[in-house]
C-alpha cells in the first residue's frame, strides 16, 4: 500500500525559511497532481500550494505568493514546499496530498477541493511553528 510520509516541520523564528519534503512510497508520482495543504487549530483544512502533472501549472493561496514555492522531482517520487519570510500565521499541521492528474482541468479547483472534500491520497503531516 502506497504512502506519503511528509517531513522537515519544525519551530522557526518570523522571517525564517523551512523546506518540507513529501515522498510517496508507490510506484511512481509522475501521473498525479500534488499539493500542499496546511490546517491551524480551529480553522479548515486550506490548499497552500498544488502542481500539475510535470508542474506546468501552479496555484497559490493568497497568503503565501511570493513566499513559498512548490516543486517536484518524479524521479525521486518527492514534492517540496519551499517557504521563506514565514509569518505567525503560517503555523499549522502542513499536509501533502495527491490526486490522479486527469480528474482536473486545472490546479485551483483542484487544490480547493481536495481540501474542501478531503479527496485524493494524503500523508500524516508535518507541524510548522512560526513563533519567536
Known amino acids: 500500500q502506497s504512502q506519503l510520509v511528509e517531513s522537515g516541520g519544525a519551530l522557526v523564528q518570523p522571517g525564517g525559511s523551512l523546506r518540507l519534503s513529501c515522498v510517496y512510497s508507490?510506484?511512481?508520482?509522475?501521473?498525479?497532481?500534488v499539493g500542499w495543504f496546511r490546517q491551524a487549530p480551529g480553522k479548515e483544512r486550506e490548499g497552500v500550494s498544488c502542481?500539475?502533472?510535470?508542474?506546468?501549472?501552479?496555484h497559490y493561496a493568497d497568503s503565501v505568493k511570493g513566499r513559498f514555492s512548490i516543486s517536484r522531482d518524479d524521479a525521486k517520487n518527492t514534492v517540496y514546499l519551499q517557504m521563506n519570510n514565514l509569518k505567525p500565521e503560517d503555523t499549522a499541521v502542513y499536509y501533502c496530498?495527491?490526486?490522479?492528474?486527469?480528474?482536473?482541468?486545472?490546479?485551483?479547483?483542484?487544490?480547493?477541493?481536495?481540501?474542501?472534500?478531503?479527496?485524493?491520497?494524503w500523508g500524516q503531516g508535518t507541524q510548522v511553528t512560526v513563533s519567536s
Open positions: 496530498g495527491i490526486s490522479t492528474g486527469a480528474l482536473w482541468s486545472n490546479v485551483e479547483t483542484m487544490c480547493i477541493q481536495m481540501a474542501q472534500f478531503s479527496l485524493g491520497e
Open positions: 508507490g510506484f511512481s508520482l509522475r501521473h498525479y497532481a
Open positions: 502542481a500539475s502533472t510535470g508542474a506546468d501549472s501552479t
